[in-house]
């Protein structure tokens, strides 16, 4: 039986990596032959980034650090670039946006934005 979350994605293991959707797979096949032809460099998958550190509130008690998990890293011509595999409309949920604003300011880091469709 095949488990659907609220996206309709499925994840999907392959070369030993597992990835939270078909489309993300679909989308490592292209940058494997990328990397095999060398037209990108240095791929890495779910690099985490902080976003904020943890916090301590006045009373005390603490604020997690948050951070932005990007689906695909690596190197073209020289520049870094950060890939997100979207599933449409429906994942471009305002956290997801508000993380993409805080890559930009934190981090200098325009997130390129991968459409399954």
């Keep these: 039986m095949i488990k659907y979350n609220k996206y309709k994605n499925v994840k999907t293991e392959l070369d030993g990596i597992k990835f939270d959707s078909k489309a993300e797979a679909k989308r490592y096949i292209q940058l494997r032959s990328m990397l095999e032809d060398g037209h990108i460099t240095d791929l890495q998958f779910q690099i985490r980034y902080e976003l904020t550190p943890k916090l301590k509130r006045a ?7 948050s951070h932005y998990v990007a689906d695909f890293q690596y190197i073209r011509h020289g520049t870094m ?21 805080l ?12 459409n399954k469709k």
Excluded at 59 to 65: K, L, M, P, S, V
Excluded at 81 to 101: F, H, N, Q, S
Excluded at 103 to 114: A, D, F, R
């Design 103 to 114: 890559m930009l300011e934190k981090h200098g880091i325009t997130i390129t934005e991968i």
């Design 59 to 65: 009373d005390g008690t603490t604020e997690r650090a």
């Design 81 to 101: 670039i950060i890939e997100d595999v979207k599933g449409g409309t429906a994942t471009m949920t305002p956290v997801y946006v508000l993380k993409r604003k």
